[in-house]
């Protein structure tokens, strides 16, 4: 498969000492950043975009007023079983066209108190629902790589869905920490059976 943008694989791995090993097994990524809505085309993660302006009450400060408009933009997801406790395991999803890197620190063995990393960009084809692993992928790695790549695509189809269900911006496939807190457990608003 031809790419007409370059799949980086990092010439060695690296050392990181916060690094995690995460077994395979049957998690799921998700989207794990804030402030996104979902808009047109193929990525379906969005931001609003702003124009910067001259604020009349602190001229030294300039101001964001929104443009009404929105464009694709980079997000961060992570695996579902523990938020915001990944390091290696957050992966940066970078739109391109219909197609996406999906930049990864994939697991490539313990080192003393850490672990060796190897930085990976993976291509998603959201036309084509299939993966691309880049080739200088190390052998050990592939299977690795393979996997969380299918997992970012399933990921990015459930936020289409989403999307095609006519929800605005980004829900079930929000990290646990990101959810909004459900009324009902603060007591602020009746439950269902006491109407």
């Known amino acids: 498969m031809p790419h007409d943008f370059p799949l980086p694989v990092a010439p060695r791995d690296e050392f990181d000492m916060y690094a995690i090993h995460l077994d395979l097994g049957s998690w799921s990524y998700a989207l794990d950043d804030v402030g996104l809505v979902y808009g047109p085309g193929w990525f379906p993660f969005h931001r609003h975009i702003e124009r910067v302006e001259p604020n009349p009450s602190a001229p030294l400060l300039p101001r964001s007023v929104p443009t009404g408009k929105t464009a694709p933009t980079p997000v961060r997801i992570s695996p579902d079983v523990e938020?915001?406790?990944?390091?290696?395991?957050?992966?940066?999803?970078?739109?391109?066209?219909?197609?996406?890197q999906a930049h990864m620190r994939l697991y490539a063995g313990g080192r003393g108190a850490?672990?060796?990393?190897?930085?990976?960009?993976?291509?998603?084809?959201?036309?084509?629902?299939?993966?691309?692993?880049?080739?200088?992928?190390?052998?050990?790695?592939?299977?690795?790589?393979?996997?969380?790549?299918?997992?970012?695509?399933?990921l990015l189809m459930s936020a289409r869905i989403e999307r095609r269900l006519g929800l605005s911006a980004p829900t079930g496939v929000l990290a646990p920490g990101l959810h909004e807190p459900d009324n009902a457990e603060d007591g602020s608003a009746e439950s269902d059976s006491a109407r």
């Open 83 to 100: 938020h915001r406790a990944w390091r290696n395991e957050y992966v940066v999803l970078q739109p391109v066209d219909h197609r996406v």
């Open 114 to 154: 850490g672990a060796r990393i190897r930085r990976v960009a993976v291509e998603v084809d959201l036309r084509n629902l299939n993966v691309a692993v880049p080739a200088q992928c190390p052998a050990p790695l592939r299977h690795q790589a393979a996997v969380k790549g299918r997992r970012v695509l399933d």
